[in-house]
């Protein structure tokens, strides 16, 4: 399979045309504009469609507009762009209907920064928008992983009907990499007669379809959220994905990163091991569901004294790290939100003064 | 004999929840007639708004999505540009369209989308139990105007038939109402043509149906028609706004 070099954004939109998905609305946004740039020459290209709307407000209908008459669709934005949708994307979660969101990271809160971060994990994992909806949320650490996320991401989304998003720091989109687009990742769009609006005629039931979030019977409400919460409880079981660095042998501490900043731990751990001092990683790729059984696994390691989460944020992913090490072990963060990176050497320096 | 009058296959045959003297019903059925009449029913997708009408897909016999408040036209859009061999129509009420969706509803009408909206302006909020609306009158008392609407504080209703048609993309933009038998067949004919301009993938197309609320204007549905004939007419002027070239 023949590589490319990519910039990140680029590539993923590469990669959902060649999963399949023909449909693009968006509006831009530092640091993620480059998507749009790049779908506008290549989707006339493919018979796809693209779009700019007027709003991130709009564009969040938009993809709930083509995903509900059964059309593959996504879109891309960034943190403030995201907090625009998540209206929508609540919407869309109720309704049951598969969309995939790309939010390529910047700094927050408010107008933040243009630089990459990773504060929006949060958002992403628990408060994407009003009521019990969640959202399959994966993390690339490389342009190469944020390609084939992007192109699992739409059967995943069509598998359980939920939006599906790929929450990237802002370096996966900026930096650019050698790519491959396995075949094998490109997929055939499930059959949505049972409930899309895709029109009467076009279906052999001949009856129509509603996509609809309003249920004014408590127990019909209630009913639609049992199974929201089934399907969220079938990600937990199905579809949690991580990676162990360094964890075969024994391990004075645990650092638990994902994205970029896992990248940098990587590198901090190798400089550690050159000095004798044995650090394990664990990088979760789906953040929702949380790899809590993998870091479970891993912190029952009799060597391993600390867990240490390091984000580009203020300490968001610690809290479900905290919360899945169950006070077995001490848990601490160490992190950076403005847009400069953590370097190894100062995850070395933490690493050392909480537990090696 | 045979049968000379019958329900639309495009209307249901549930009891609507609609308040005695309101208007809804006669647009639901104008709507439903019209999908019949150019034989679309198969391939229409109806969106709901929020308001009174956010049930209209129990009414109504077609495929439908529901929006969030304001929201149908950037829906319509997403459905029509992935799906234009659709049959795309929003159904919204003023608050609705004329306040949080007057971004959407101008960028669709912008862009020239090829949908079709029927706009239902009764100059108050329904469902919320009738509140002020950009498009509620002079002096009109609303729970939230209770000493009537202060032009000076909120400024004059908005226009949006003629709002929208000041925009330089082709459109058919028009004004009706349906109080009166003379009015209703006019209306009739002008969503029949919006949604035939549709068909043809000409352009954008909207009519605005000026409409009553006699619940929340605290009248009796004959003191309704009365109202929206003198005064509410005398402002939202029916008409063509805009044809296509």
Not at chain 1, 118 to 124: G, R, V, W
Not at chain 2, 191 to 219: D, H
Request: aromatic share 8%; glycine share 10%; charged share 20%.
């Amino acid at each position: 399979m023949a590589k490319v070099l990519m910039k990140g954004n680029e590539a993923i939109g590469e990669a959902a045309i060649r999963a399949g998905c023909l449909n693009y609305f968006a509006y831009p946004i530092t640091p993620q504009s480059e998507v749009a740039e790049y779908l506008v020459r290549r989707m006339p290209e493919v018979g796809g469609v693209f779009l700019q709307g007027e709003s991130e407000v709009a564009v969040g209908y938009m993809i709930f507009g083509a995903a509900g008459a059964g059309e593959r669709v996504f879109t891309t934005s960034s943190s403030p762009g995201i907090s625009l949708m998540s209206e929508a994307i609540s919407y869309i979660a109720a309704a049951q209907c598969p969309a995939v969101f790309v939010n390529i990271m910047r700094g927050g809160p408010g107008l933040g920064g243009i630089l990459p971060s990773q504060a929006d994990y949060l958002q992403a994992t628990k408060g994407i928008g009003h009521g019990d909806c969640r959202l399959l949320v994966m993390a690339p650490a490389s342009v190469q992983e944020a390609v084939e996320m992007v192109m699992n991401a739409f059967p995943l989304a069509e598998k359980y009907r939920n939006p599906v998003m790929i929450l990237g720091d802002g370096l996966i989109g900026q930096m650019m990499e050698p790519v491959a687009f396995p075949d094998h990742l490109k997929s055939e769009p499930t059959n949505k007669d049972a409930w899309a609006t895709n029109g009467m005629d076009h279906r052999k039931s001949k009856s129509r379809n509603l996509v609809k979030s309003l249920f004014l019977d408590p127990v019909q409400l209630n009913d639609n959220n049992l199974q929201l919460k089934a399907k969220y409880e079938r990600m937990r079981a199905e579809t949690v994905m991580s990676e162990s660095y360094n964890t075969d042998g024994d391990y004075t501490g645990l650092i638990v990163s994902y994205g970029t900043m896992s990248r940098v731990c990587r590198t901090a751990i190798d400089m550690l091991k050159a000095e004798g001092i044995e650090v394990g990683m664990l990088r979760p790729q789906t953040l929702f569901p949380f790899p809590e059984k993998a870091l479970a696994d891993a912190v029952s390691k009799p060597s391993c004294t600390h867990v240490l989460s390091i984000e580009m944020s203020m300490g968001q992913m610690v809290e479900d790290v905290d919360r899945f090490v169950r006070g077995l072990l001490p848990v601490s963060w160490y992190g950076k939100c403005g847009g400069d990176i953590p370097t190894p050497e100062e995850v070395i320096d933490v690493v050392k003064e909480r537990f090696a | 004999m045979g049968k000379t009058f019958k329900k639309p296959e495009a209307l249901s045959d549930a009891h609507t929840h609609y308040c005695p003297g309101c208007t809804h019903g006669v647009i639901h059925r104008l709507v439903a007639e019209t999908i019949d009449e150019l034989g679309i029913r198969g391939r229409t997708v109806g969106i709901a708004p929020v308001g009174c009408a956010v049930l209209a897909y129990n009414y109504l016999n077609c495929d439908f999505q529901e929006a969030a408040h304001g929201r149908a036209p950037a829906m319509a859009t997403g459905i029509k540009r992935v799906r234009p061999d659709l049959m795309v129509f929003t159904y919204q009420g003023d608050g609705d369209l004329a306040s949080i969706g007057m971004g959407e509803i101008i960028h669709a009408a912008n862009r020239g989308e090829k949908f079709t909206t029927i706009f239902v302006n009764n100059a108050i909020y329904g469902m919320t139990g009738g509140q002020m609306a950009p498009t509620t009158m002079p002096g009109q008392r609303t729970s939230t105007s209770p000493l009537g609407r202060n032009v000076e504080e909120v400024g004059m209703p908005i226009k949006v038939a003629e709002l929208l048609a000041a925009l330089q993309t082709p459109a058919y933009i028009t004004r009706q109402t349906v109080i009166k038998p003379k009015y209703i067949n006019k209306a009739k004919k002008a969503i029949k043509q919006a949604f035939t301009y549709q068909l043809e993938n000409r352009c954008f197309s909207l009519v605005e149906v000026v409409s009553t609320c006699p619940t929340n204007w605290g009248m009796t549905p004959v003191e309704a028609v009365d109202w929206t004939e003198k005064t509410l007419l005398a402002y939202y002027q029916p008409g063509d706004y805009k044809i296509p070239a």
